[in-house]
Antibody, heavy 121, light 110 residues
Framework: QVQLQQSGPGLVKPSQTLSLTCAISGDSVSSNSAGWNWIRQSPSRGLEWLGRTYYTSKWNNDYAGPVKSRISINSDTSKNQFSLYLNSVTPDDTAVYYC???????????WGQGSLVTVSS | QSALTQPPSASGSPGQSVTISCTGTSSDVGAYNSVSWYQQHPGKAPKLMIFEVNKRPSGVPDRFFGSKSGNTASLTVSGLQADDEADYYCSSYAGNNNLAFGGGTKLTVL
């Protein structure tokens, strides 16, 4: 059974970088059986897919247009985890952030527990 | 503003059926058989209920049924139970390695 455990700060100051990590058990971040995604949810934006990383003989990343200039997702195979970095945050980035396993075309079957990140000074 | 349009609320009595719609465009819902539906209880992560329009993951009861016609997908929940009360979100592959979500529908079991 795949499990995803999120960690990271719950409070980030404006203009700084939001960083969250998703530790994987029951699967490998470097397997080619799934993509590893970040999604956020806020009352104003609803659910919003942010991006993903996946491995198919090389590492690949895809990012959503609205955050493409500020986002980075990378993986750490030694720790079997992947991380989200979102820079130059504003209060509008305040949301519950989720990591999830799956392909965009076939659904996200496994989700982390969610992390509330508040952007405030 | 969400890319896919869902009604904000839906309701039904125990045992009844309810259908939730999800309207997109010819670039997302209409273009791909890649619609998923998620159930979310308060304070919990979304749970995948339907993928690829009408397929159910293991463990999801067959009371949940997905379909699609043109640019609109639908989720039908039959034999409503108290635990079905939750928020439901649709999503669709939107091409160019992008994923769109609906704004969510709050299902109330009367």
């Amino acid at each position: 059974q795949v499990q995803l455990q999120q960690s990271g700060p719950g409070l980030v100051k404006p203009s700084q970088t939001l960083s969250l990590t998703c530790a994987i058990s029951g699967d490998s971040v470097s397997s080619n059986s799934a993509g590893w995604n970040w999604i956020r949810q806020s009352p104003s934006r609803g659910l919003e897919w942010l991006g993903r990383t996946y491995y198919t003989s090389k590492w690949n990343n895809d990012y959503a247009g609205p955050v493409k200039s500020r986002i980075s997702i990378n993986s750490d195979t030694s720790k079997n985890q992947f991380s989200l970095y979102l820079n130059s945050v504003t209060p509008d980035d305040t949301a519950v952030y989720y990591c999830a396993r799956g392909w965009l075309q076939t659904g996200l079957a496994y989700w982390g527990q969610g992390s509330l990140v508040t952007v405030s000074s | 503003q969400s890319a896919l349009t869902q009604p904000p609320s839906a309701s039904g009595s125990p045992g009844q059926s309810v259908t939730i719609s999800c309207t997109g465009t010819s670039s997302d819902v209409g273009a791909y058989n890649s619609v998923s539906w998620y159930q979310q209880h308060p304070g919990k992560a979304p749970k995948l209920m339907i993928f690829e329009v009408n397929k159910r993951p293991s463990g999801v009861p067959d009371r949940f049924f997905g379909s699609k016609s043109g640019n609109t997908a639908s989720l039908t929940v039959s034999g409503l139970q108290a635990d079905d009360e939750a928020d439901y979100y649709c999503s669709s592959y939107a091409g160019n390695n992008n994923l769109a979500f609906g704004g969510g529908t709050k299902l109330t079991v009367l």
